[in-house]
């Protein structure tokens, strides 16, 4: 089993629609990345967050430390959103640990 | 501001000839620096990490090999290719991995 979990591996979605992006982990950590990585392969962090809650633009992360899950939310989503969304955690020794991604697609 | 710089964008090289790709940041002090692979259709993977120059800390054997000469400057080496080594390659730096992380534009590295 991954240390990093994300859930779906792939989310197909029309224009407009809320998106969720879940990702869970089993190790104790510092800090949580949320990325994202376009067709290029080019790689941007979105956030970085150890408790609560960011928001920024169009995107929301949520963290809950004591069951260990957070989420990416997206909100009146546009096909430029479209990428692989990474979750990566710090978990001790200042290294990141990597879930598969989750690939989104959405259509106008 | 800091940037990073990495070079080549791709690289198409054959089995058993050496690699040398290089990675370097600008506008920040003792960063944090990363080496990942990408695989196709693959997760990202942590090859190398650096906490300062010489310091070294490999993640998974291979025959990959990674220096830090200068402060703000990382190498990921071979001696010999090989057509496994083939992959999307990713320098990334962080502050003492308290900040996020700020990825290069990546080497997209095909082995034939």
């Known amino acids: 089993k991954n240390e990093v979990e994300q859930s779906p591996q792939n989310l197909t979605a029309q224009e407009g629609e809320f998106i969720t992006i879940n990702c869970s982990y089993s190790?104790?950590?510092?800090?949580l990345h949320w990325l994202q990585q376009h067709p290029g392969g080019g790689i941007v962090s979105l956030f970085m967050?150890?408790?609560g809650k960011k928001k920024h633009g169009r995107l929301i992360a949520t963290i809950n430390i004591q069951e260990k899950h957070s989420s990416l939310h997206i909100t009146a989503s546009h096909p430029r959103d479209s990428a692989v969304y990474i979750c990566a955690v710090t978990a001790g020794a200042q290294k990141l640990v990597f879930g598969q991604g989750t690939r989104l697609t959405i259509n106008p | 501001s800091q940037t990073i710089h990495q070079w080549p964008a791709t690289l198409v090289q054959p089995v058993g000839s050496p690699l040398s790709l290089e990675c370097t940041v600008e506008?920040?002090?003792?960063?944090?620096l990363y080496w990942y692979r990408q695989a196709a259709g693959r997760g990202l993977q942590l090859l190398f990490y650096s906490v300062g120059i010489g310091q070294i800390s490999s993640e998974v054997p291979q025959n990959l090999s990674a220096s830090r000469p200068q402060d703000r400057q990382f190498i990921l080496s071979s001696k010999k290719l090989l057509l496994s080594d083939s992959g999307f390659y990713l320098c990334a730096w962080s502050v003492q991995g308290r900040s996020p992380l700020h990825f290069g534009n990546g080497t997209r590295l095909t082995v034939t």
């Open positions: 506008g920040t002090s003792n960063p944090n």
């Open positions: 967050l150890s408790s």
């Open positions: 190790v104790g950590i510092s800090a």
